[in-house]
């Protein structure tokens, strides 16, 4: 059987955080209910090509914020996937949970249904930057979140990190990091802030220079490489480029996205990739819902672009792309068939080939942007 994952995109929020740009709505409320049923329907609709020769090994929930749904609605929406398509006994089932929008009666029906990860939203434990950056909650409300989880039982927890926030100081960072580590989740993850346009955080740096300074690029990558160390020492695996896991702990559902495996997604501005075919739903939700079987083909891929873009995906996990995987997977040599990209990068010493494996050096891991370019 064909192993497959699910996506499905829950485009609510409570509010929207200052620096988001991905497709999500505070003020739509009224449709909530239209969108958890025309979900349901492109499920329905999209399974009949699919239950016969795959099998789901992971389904993930993100956003917006799906915990702000009733949990009825998550719920719903896990049952009409089990109707609908094979999901493997030991699947990895996510759920993105955002403090401020939890209830013990919302962790008790996730558990009840299935879903066996959380990936709360931190962001920082310092109250002053969470609503800089325009978060809900507080520290206290995460801290409410992530003990009520663990007192129900649930035992794999990711945590997300923003770092180089406007103002935010290294030893802001040594708190947070602190902090996070002694709780002991599973799985931390790591993101550098990324000022896009149409924020509202860009507008705010744009006009409050005194109130919203970022951190300059050289204390970002201190910041970076001082997570890296710390985590590393209290045994979390940097495993990808942003993320770091208790053994046994990493996110499936992204390694086999970074392993250039299939995937459906569901719901307003989701992305799928089949036959190497990547596809999306339409962005505006009113659409989505009108005509949810309208979709755009974002990319046709031969087998050279496939090849491509498995290095560039390979290149953001740790241990790199595997030499014998590749040659497998597209009965090609990597080093070969890329031999002037990687050795181009090898003089550059962004890259290093280690035995059977490609992957990002030191000074690769503070260039990497550089390297995945050299694939696309």
Known sequence: MKEIGIYIHIPFCKRKCYYCDFVSY?????????YIETVKKEIEDTSQTFTKDHIVTTVYFGGGTPSFLESKH???LLENIRVNFN???DAEITLEVNPGTITEEKLKTYQMCGIN????GLQTTNDILLKKIGRIHTYSEFLSTYNLARKLGFNN???????????????????DLENIIELNPEHIS??????EDGTKIKELIKENDNDYILPSEEIERQMYWYIKNKLEENGYRHYEISNFARKGFESKHNLNCW???????FGTAAHSFIDGVRYSNKKILSEYIFNFKSKNVEDKMDREEMAKEYMMLGLRKIEGVSISEFERKF??????????EISKLVEEDLIEVDLDDIKLTKKGLDFANIVWEEFV
Not at 259 to 265: A, T
Not at 331 to 336: D, I, K, V
């Open 26 to 34: 505070d003020n739509k409320f009224e449709k909530i209910d239209s």
């Open 74 to 76: 998550i719920k719903t």
């Open 87 to 89: 999901i493997s006994a």
């Open 117 to 120: 990860r959380l990936s709360i």
């Open 157 to 175: 927890i990711n945590v997300d990190l923003i770092f180089a926030l406007p103002d935010e100081k290294l030893e802001d960072l040594e708190n």
């Open 190 to 195: 790591t993101y550098s802030l990324i000022v």
């Open 259 to 265: 392993k250039q495996k299939e995937y459906l997604g």
């Open 331 to 340: 009965n090609l040599n990597p080093l070969l068939y890329f031999r002037f």
